[in-house]
């Protein structure tokens, strides 16, 4: 069994800290049962969420009543919600303990409403996953286990905070679907999150899927919902982001216009002209040339035509 704690400062990777936000552990095949004691003083202000494999068991003891898991499954037990967890003989499984209230520290501002879901979760949530998950999981929880015994290697927190970030929205988009809630809140907030999220990343050249996945829906209900409230695909505005940015850059100096390229991430400077045409109708330098002249004739810039956010 292979454990690691996350604190503020260096820990020794087999010790408990109470001040750790965040703790992995790996759990191999063992010939014996094992147990964790959840109500200890230790344990008892931690979320802890299992995966556990095909063909493993665990249970789950709460007041007197035992729930039983059966792999491939995950488990999400809220702080002070279980008495213990035992992970039967011969099961693999990880486990990850988050101490509530910080662990979203973690976690970027596009995970927010997951955490605040997860967070706010009131009881034991035990829920199936496909083989393939468990394996994904299982890596993520590795990698965060690797990161925390080595906090001194170069992106370790960057690398422990992606791993984790995962975990919680794979975990949570299950979370969400169980409870037929694919579209958690109302349009304006689907949409804000939406929005959020591209002002972060639109530069990554991420695809429709990438952002439905970090919202918790299927790109065809990120897309019903942007064409019916904003008459724009999701496509389109991420495009138009893309183009957005260029024509202000552009605007704004005398950067080459293959420096801009590259800083919006298009590795071909040809194709980023062909991508500003399309949208603008003109050549990045045609357009900043067009708009230095507006600018010494006393004119107003021009303008691009983009979807309004609530």
């Known amino acids: 069994m292979r454990r690691g704690v996350a604190g503020t400062g260096p820990t020794p990777a087999a010790s408990t800290s109470s001040a750790a936000p965040v703790g992995a552990e790996l759990i191999a095949s063992h010939y014996v049962a094992r147990r964790w004691m959840l109500t200890s003083k230790a344990a008892r202000p931690f979320i802890h969420l299992l995966c556990l494999h095909g063909g493993a068991a665990a249970e789950v003891g709460q007041a007197g009543r035992v729930t039983t898991l059966a792999g491939p499954a995950m488990a999400w037990l809220p702080a002070g919600s279980a008495d213990y967890l035992e992970v039967s003989a011969g099961a693999t499984a990880e486990l990850l303990q988050l101490r509530t209230g910080v662990w979203h520290r973690y976690l970027p501002p596009s995970a927010e409403p997951a955490y605040l879901a997860l967070e706010g979760a009131g009881g034991i949530m035990t829920l ?183």
């Open 128 to 310: 199936p996953i496909e083989p393939d998950l468990a394996t994904t999981m299982s890596r993520s929880i590795a990698a965060i286990a690797a990161e925390i015994v080595s906090p001194a290697r170069s992106g370790a927190a960057s690398i422990m905070s992606a791993e984790l970030t995962l975990c919680v929205l794979r975990f949570w988009r299950l979370f969400a679907g169980d409870h037929d809630r694919d579209e958690e809140g109302s349009s304006a907030e689907i949409l804000s999150r939406f929005r959020r999220l591209l002002e972060e990343r639109y530069h990554q050249h991420l695809r429709v899927s990438d952002y439905a996945s970090l919202l918790g829906m299927t790109p065809d209900r990120l897309h019903a919902l942007c064409s019916r409230e904003l008459n724009r695909s999701p496509s389109e505005l991420i495009q138009q982001r893309v183009v957005k940015e260029a024509a202000s850059r552009l605007e704004a100096g005398t950067v080459a216009v293959k420096q801009i390229a590259f800083a919006l991430g298009f590795k071909d400077t040809a194709y980023f002209s062909r991508f500003f045409r399309k949208h603008t109708g003109e050549a990045p330098g045609v357009w900043r040339r067009r708009v230095a002249a507006r600018v010494r004739a006393g004119r107003s810039r021009p303008t691009l035509n983009f979807a309004d956010w609530p």
